[in-house]
């Protein structure tokens, strides 16, 4: 099991809708809009690194409203 922290940049007004959208995606644990450089926060969990990819660039990046993500994957040693 692979987990990890997707941090999203959305249009102007739209992070919000965008958190919302991202909540109800298979494979997200939680997403959260915050302040800061990133407007959206998200955790998410998929059975390995490939699928994680597939649930970045298939199922969140393609939402309306995002300009940007950048996928950090949990380290646990």
Do not use: F, H, S
């Not at 959305?10 to 995606?25: F, M, N, P, W, Y």
């Not at 997403?31 to 969140?60: F, H, K, M, S, W």
């Amino acid at each position: 099991m692979v987990q990890a922290y997707i941090l999203v940049q959305t249009e102007v007004g739209q992070a919000a809708k965008v958190a919302e959208r991202i909540r109800g995606i298979d494979g997200v644990e939680k997403a959260n809009d915050v302040t800061g450089p990133y407007d959206v926060i998200v955790q998410a969990e998929a059975d390995d690194i490939d699928a994680l990819g597939t649930l970045v660039v298939a199922r969140i990046q393609r939402l309306d409203g995002i300009a940007r993500t950048l996928t950090c994957p949990i380290v646990n040693i």
